[in-house]
């Protein structure tokens, strides 16, 4: 049985470290920096500060050069930092360098981003996939970040003539994952069973960058209780509803929201649950049109559609937090002229990247929800029309 990771305590004081890589801007920089920042504080803990440094690329002992390590130990020293936690992905023997250099112990963003799936999983689904995704990251770092790893009493295996510990060790994690996946595709087929007994509704899925409020649109058009929370993945498991909209029925979906640089081993782990995107007939795809980097958000959502398959389909943008969007943006001295027509352009340009797919929305202030409710009941009928044309009347 393989030694727990420790999970991050409340109130834990982190420190942030970052490289800046050759065509990345400083802005990129600070942005990826606060969202590192947003998901310590959704772990638990509390960042006090932040390092960076420009390099071409990382050190390939301890990433950051050997100057920016002195730096970050001399403000440690002395105070209760508990953690430094690193925004790219760290090799097992980067972190046991690092950790040896700081005296403090050493997480990577990928590390992070588990800690917190970990935390947030409720369903048998969710925790085999996270635990599955937490073995296949320990397993490459096994060797740099050797512990020997704990063993019950008829636990899987015991050591052959001559084979070390850590070979052992290896052999009980990749014992560990075929295990999982085993009891992973069991889960998935009663899934797969279910969702194919949901006979022939139109299927819609809410898909989005991670924090954008799919949570609470799918309250507001479902009537129903999701939760939802101002923090990263707030929803890991999909969320599946029954709607009816003037007689038309079809079914919604919540998914969990995507962040970049999510580790490779959880979207592989997170597959199953993404089925609902994969086999959705329409994606309603929110934005956070109030963040400074919602653009980025965007491509980063395209883009995992696309590893996904699901980016031909038939795709409603949702620009959410227009309340906040001019809160951030309008000043009390601007003239009402000035931000009707700011206004304007920033919808007539999506209009057109969207060819008319987009709508504008606040969820927490109940603003355009029925035009958004109307958008989507045309889509819906129009979907039933060519896929059951001699069926449709009975909707209307």
């Known amino acids: 049985m393989i030694e727990k990771q420790q999970k991050i305590k409340s109130e834990e004081k982190a420190v942030l470290v970052g490289v800046i890589q050759k065509g990345q801007t400083d802005e990129e920089a600070n942005e990826y920096m606060d969202e590192l920042a947003f998901l310590?504080?959704?772990a638990g803990a509390t960042a006090v500060k932040r390092f960076t440094q420009k390099l071409a690329h990382p050190d390939s002992r301890t990433f950051v050069g050997k100057g920016k390590l002195e730096e970050i130990r001399n403000y440690i020293q002395g105070k209760e930092i508990a953690l430094v936690i690193f925004d790219d992905e760290l090799t097992g023997s980067q972190i046991a360098n690092i950790e040896k250099e700081l005296g403090t112990k050493t997480i990577d963003r990928s590390d992070l981003i588990l800690d917190i799936f970990a935390a947030r999983a409720r369903t048998a689904q969710a925790?085999?996939?996270?635990?599955?995704?937490?073995?296949?990251?320990l397993l490459p770092r096994l060797k740099g970040m050797w512990k020997h790893l704990e063993r019950q009493g008829g636990g899987i295996g015991t050591r052959g003539p001559g084979e070390t510990e850590i070979e052992t060790d290896r052999r009980i994690v990749k014992d560990k994952i075929s295990l999982l996946r085993k009891r992973l595709s069991e889960i998935d087929k009663q899934a797969f069973t279910q969702r194919k007994d949901r006979g022939e509704f139109i299927r819609v899925a809410l898909v989005g960058y991670t924090?954008?409020?799919?949570?609470?649109?799918?309250?507001?058009?479902?009537?129903?209780?999701?939760?939802?929370?101002?923090?990263?993945?707030?929803?890991?498991?999909?969320?599946t509803r029954k709607v009816v909209f003037e007689n038309t029925p079809f079914l919604l979906s919540d998914t969990v929201g995507f962040i970049r640089k999510l580790p490779h081993h959880l979207v592989e782990s997170f597959k199953s649950t993404l089925d609902e995107v994969r086999e959705a007939d329409i994606l309603i795809h929110v934005v956070d049109v109030s963040h400074p980097q919602y653009e980025d958000h965007i491509?980063?959502?395209?883009?995992?559609?696309?590893?996904l398959k699901a980016f031909e389909k038939p795709i409603l943008t949702v620009f959410n937090k227009m309340d906040l969007y001019e809160k951030r943006n309008f000043d009390?001295?601007?003239?009402?002229?000035?931000?009707?027509?700011i206004l304007r352009e920033l919808r007539e340009r999506w209009e057109h990247v969207t060819d008319g797919n987009c709508i504008?929305?606040?969820?927490?202030?109940?603003?355009?929800?029925?035009?958004?409710?109307?958008?989507?009941?045309?889509?819906?009928?129009?979907?039933?029309?060519?896929r059951y044309p001699y069926k449709t009347a009975f909707f209307y």
């Not at 491509?299 to 590893?307: H, I, R, S, Y």
């Not at 009390?332 to 027509?341: S, Y």
């Not at 355009?368 to 060519?386: A, C, G, H, P, W």
Request: no cysteine; net charge negative.
């Open 211 to 239: 924090n954008v409020g799919k949570s609470t649109l799918m309250n507001l058009l479902s009537k129903s209780e999701v939760f939802a929370e101002n923090k990263l993945f707030a929803t890991l498991d999909t969320t």
């Open 127 to 137: 925790k085999v996939q996270v635990e599955l995704a937490q073995y296949q990251y």
């Open 332 to 341: 009390e001295w601007l003239e009402d002229e000035v931000k009707v027509d």
């Open 299 to 307: 491509g980063v959502v395209n883009k995992t559609l696309q590893e």
């Open 360 to 386: 504008f929305v606040s969820a927490t202030e109940r603003i355009n929800i029925d035009e958004l409710r109307s958008f989507v009941l045309t889509k819906v009928r129009e979907m039933y029309q060519i």
């Open 40 to 42: 310590a504080e959704t």
